[in-house]
Nanobody, 115 residues
């Protein structure tokens, strides 16, 4: 059974940084695309970043060089390093893993940026 567990969210001041982690189990992590999405109150879920099994990355347009996604295939973990955070980054951040045409989701971790 695929399980994704996020950690690292919390409250941070504007301009600060956070690193999110997502540990995967129940799957051969190395062969799958991993990603992060977010959902702010009253808004739809949007792509933050994703990383292929070969390490190719792409980011949502709002990221503008502030975030970096990476993966550790030994630890079955994907990371999202976020910096220069602002109030618009306040959201629940979800880890996702894609297997074939199916996306699996973590439970989400709250990121709140205070001004």
């Amino acid at each position: 059974q695929v399980q994704l567990v996020e950690s690292g969210g919390g409250l941070v001041q504007a301009g600060g940084s956070l690193r999110l982690s997502c540990a995967a189990s129940g799957v051969d992590f190395r062969n799958n695309v991993m990603g992060w999405y977010r959902q702010a109150p009253g808004k739809g879920r949007e792509l933050v970043a994703r990383i292929s099994r070969g390490g190719m990355t792409d980011y949502g347009g709002f990221v503008k060089g502030r975030f970096t996604i990476s993966r550790d295939n030994v630890k079955n973990t994907v990371y999202l390093q976020m910096s220069s955070l602002n109030g618009e980054d306040t959201a629940v951040y979800y880890c996702t893993l894609r297997i074939g045409s199916t996306n699996f989701w973590g439970q989400g971790t709250q990121v709140t940026v205070s001004s």
